[in-house]
């Protein structure tokens, strides 16, 4: 009995030993995900399940007219246009979400990438669409665009 709470005792020790080091190990948390919900600015209703909008006709590029690999994805009989390749440049970028020949959605990103707590993360500094009114869920962080 005495050799297992010898044991016991000395691993706690280690164990706490181990909680005071600095060095807590590697932790990175990717850029957020942006997930656009596109909507009649009336009625709410997703512009993608009511048709006004067709997915073959949809494209996403950057202000150097570079594709960016996009998900048209079900959410609550909504499609959610779903971005999850951007945010890891850390200079402002400007995006653009063609939805038709005549309507397109530009917004503007800028991330900074930070160290706390011994983890690295990124940070939306500002994002902006500056010809559509958007608000974001704070629960799901869909972006809702108007139109």
Avoid: H
């Avoid at 909008?53 to 909504?78: A, G, S, T």
């Avoid at 440049?89 to 707590?117: A, C, N």
Wanted: glycine share 4%; proline share 4%.
């Amino acid at each position: 009995m005495k050799k297992i709470l010898v044991l016991v005792v000395a691993s706690l020790t280690l164990i706490s030993c181990d909680l005071d080091n600095n060095d807590c190990g590697d932790c990175f948390s990717p850029p957020r995900q942006f997930n656009f919900d596109f909507a009649d600015k009336d009625t709410e209703e997703n512009l993608f399940t009511n048709g006004t909008f067709e997915e073959d006709d949809l494209k996403v590029y950057d202000e150097n007219d570079e594709e960016i690999e996009f998900q048209l994805v079900p959410y609550n009989d909504r499609k959610i246009l779903s971005l999850n390749t951007i945010g890891w440049e850390l200079e402002p970028k400007t995006y653009t979400v063609e939805l038709s020949d005549d309507v397109s959605v530009g917004f503007f990103l800028d991330m900074d990438k930070k160290q706390g707590d011994c983890c690295t993360y990124f940070e939306v500094i500002e994002f902006l669409i500056p010809t559509y009114e958007f608000s974001e869920s704070p629960t799901t962080g869909i972006i809702q665009v108007k139109i």
